[in-house]
């Protein structure tokens, strides 16, 4: 059964930080690629970083370029988004997903997570606020 369970998610102030941490289980993710995606309340979601099977490929919008960082630990079946300088505008729950058509380009250097991808963890909630 596949599953990705993500965690790390908590109230902090803003310019602080965070590390959320994506885990999958039933399959490997050094051959998916793997988005990082947040919906706050009453917004649409919206990707903040993807990162290739591989690796050698990373995206970032520029609402999080600079602050956020995207990472995976093979070894552990990890993915990890470090998100630094918080912003109350942050405030939503993240979603990690993967998918699988890495052929696609599922994680595009310029146009990050294009497709929808196929399998999605529930959710950690980040609130930015003092």
């Known amino acids: 059964q596949v599953q990705l369970v993500e965690s790390g998610g908590d109230l902090v102030q803003p310019g602080g930080s965070l590390r959320l941490s994506c885990t999958a289980s039933?399959?490997?993710?050094?051959?998916?690629?793997i988005g990082w995606f947040r919906q706050a309340p009453g917004k649409e979601r919206e990707g903040v970083s993807c990162i290739s099977e591989s690796g050698s490929v990373t995206w970032y919008p520029d609402s999080v370029k600079g602050r956020f960082t995207i990472s995976r630990d093979n070894a552990k079946n990890t993915v990890y988004l470090q998100m630094d300088s918080l912003k109350p505008e942050d405030t939503a729950v993240y979603y990690c997903?993967?998918?699988?058509?890495?052929?696609?380009?599922?994680?595009?250097?310029?146009?990050?997570?294009?497709?929808?991808?196929?399998?999605w963890g529930q959710g950690t909630q980040v609130t930015v606020s003092s």
């Open positions: 039933g399959f490997t993710l050094d051959s998916h690629a």
């Open positions: 997903a993967a998918d699988g058509r890495t052929e696609m380009k599922v994680c595009h250097a310029t146009f990050g997570p294009w497709v929808d991808y196929e399998d």
